[in-house]
């Protein structure tokens, strides 16, 4: 489901641009109308159709490949393996195994994406105060593409640790950038939301019809802290404003007493149509059916999720089951789905067990078959799209920040500034039906794990408990083989590389494209 209307537009701003620190090829192309930068933008409707192409680059996978963010976070964590068919995606395979070469296509992807984003987002911002609309529409829009450019940032520095921070559109001259450091980014994250909290509507993604609000800006600062607070241990300087531990603590409390924002009654029912952009979603990027897409050679066109299709089971014949057939990466650990208590009604919710695909008989099994397949983003019949390339054309809007996330960070920052830890992590359990434990620091931890459990989160989250907590994880060599894999040992057999401290390579065409002004990652 899509509410933020998609327009095409060639101009997309051709995004223009900086997709890393090298010029990229279509500049030299023969422009597809007469909109340029120069001369679109003028009217409303101008901003408007440049920040739905802003919006637009969330719902791309890795550019060069068929994944989601999210996924491949999953697959790099202790959650899933990256499974599917291991000779059709060897990248895939080399971040499930963290052993990522430069050449990664995957990571290539995910820089060019990120700064795609980037580049529009600049673009917008540089050119909203000449547009000719009300000033209260040109400060919303100027508080969205902040919003939007903080959000790309703080997936590609999470990703990437090492990243040229980019704040207008180069001039030819600039394009060779060097890395700014963890820290100046995380600050520009902090102050493009802190900004953007003024003016972004203090409304739900239903008021917003999906675009970004005041709520979702103040829990993706709170994502932020955390992470930066973990990996580095320092606060960060939003401009003149100082964002420590009190300070997000507030963001998150206006969140939980002012929002309306609250936990759904059925945990299960969360990621069902009827349930996108609910009272729990804080933040949603939406994908559609609504625009039928058949083109494989161009599957950003589209507005499809891909992650469905990806996680589905490869059923063979679909009578009378809940699901169609599905391409099976991304397939949960045994050890994930024994983290859930037998009476932990999230499990059911979480992971899909071949029996419910029709049986292992009924499966053609993939690479990395543990019995296992994710049920939060999969190919239910209820999604199955109408129109157009079924696998391209998946409408399950991602859960980005759901209510629950702000309550376990509002329980973990609690223990720092000594508020109220219990109450959060206690709400998100009886929502489940469990019973209270005590808010520790290691509780709320295994709360978030469960609760979030394959909704590109848990990486992340290990990577700010450390490197030794994040390797411990990780790194795996079953033995026995648990009785639903299929295998042999070294096909599940996972080695964290704590040299490389969790994040990708630059990407090698990066570093050759800037003659050196990029420098490899430690470890790579």
Request: hydrophobic content about 35%; proline content about 5%.
């Amino acid at each position: 489901m899509k509410n933020i209307v998609k327009k095409t537009s060639t101009l997309l701003l051709a995004s223009f641009l900086f997709a890393g620190t090298g010029c990229e090829d279509f500049l030299d192309r023969s422009p597809l109308d007469t909109r340029t930068a120069d001369n679109f933008y003028k009217t409303q409707a101008d901003a408007s159709e440049a920040l739905v192409g802003v919006y637009d680059i969330l719902q791309w996978n890795t550019v060069v490949g068929y994944h989601t963010t999210p996924l491949v976070l999953d697959i790099m964590s202790d959650d899933s393996y990256s499974a599917g068919q291991a000779t059709s995606e060897p990248s895939l395979l080399e971040m499930d195994r963290h052993q990522i070469l430069p050449t990664n296509g995957e990571v290539h992807g995910l820089w060019r994406k990120h700064y795609i984003g980037i580049a529009r987002a600049n673009t917008l911002l540089e050119k909203i105060d000449g547009v000719a609309a009300p000033d209260d529409f040109k400060k919303r829009v100027a508080a969205e593409a902040k919003f939007l450019r903080a959000h790309f940032y703080l997936d590609l520095v999470r990703l990437f640790e090492n990243v040229p921070l980019v704040l207008k559109t180069p001039s030819p001259s600039e394009y060779n950038q060097p890395a700014a450091t963890p820290k100046a980014v995380f600050d520009q994250i902090a102050k493009d939301l802190v900004e953007a909290m003024v003016d972004l509507p203090a409304t739900n993604l239903k008021g917003s019809q999906g675009r970004a609000t005041r709520w979702a800006a103040k829990a993706l600062l709170a994502r932020a802290y955390l992470f930066h607070k973990g990996v580095y241990n320092q606060e960060l300087q939003a401009g003149t404003t100082a964002v420590n531990a009190a300070y997000v603590q507030q963001q998150l409390a206006d969140i939980i007493s002012q929002s309306g924002h609250d936990l759904l009654p059925s945990y299960g029912s969360i990621f069902t149509k009827a349930n996108e952009f609910s009272i729990e979603s804080v933040w949603e990027i939406s994908y559609s059916d609504e625009n039928p897409w058949f083109d494989w050679g161009y599957i950003h066109g589209g507005e499809g999720n891909m992650q469905p299709q990806q996680q589905g089971p490869r059923i063979i014949n679909p009578t009378g089951l809940l699901y169609v057939r599905g391409w099976s990466t991304g397939t949960p650990t045994q050890e994930l789905y024994d983290a859930f208590a037998a009476n932990d009604i999230r499990r059911d919710s979480t992971i899909l067990e071949e029996n419910e695909a029709g049986g292992r008989a009924n499966l053609d099994l993939g690479y990395q078959h543990t019995g296992y397949f994710s049920q939060k983003y999969t190919t239910t019949k209820e999604y199955q799209p109408e129109f157009g390339q079924m696998e391209l054309n998946w409408g399950n809007n991602y859960r980005s920040i759901r209510f629950a996330d702000v309550l376990l960070m509002a329980a973990e920052l609690a223990l720092t500034t000594g508020g109220d830890a219990q109450g959060p992590l206690t709400r998100v359990r009886a929502r489940v039906g469990l019973d209270p434990v005590p808010a520790t620091l290691d509780n709320i931890r295994k709360e978030r794990r469960l609760e979030l459990a394959l909704e590109g989160h848990r990486y992340w989250d290990l990577l700010r408990y450390g490197l030794s907590t994040a390797s411990a994880a990780i790194t795996v060599t079953p033995s026995p083989l648990p009785p639903t894999y299929v295998g042999t040992q070294s096909d599940f057999t996972i080695q964290f590389n704590t040299a490389r401290k969790g994040f990708l390579p630059i990407p090698q065409s990066e570093i050759d494209l800037s003659a050196g002004v990029l420098k490899p990652n430690a470890g790579y």
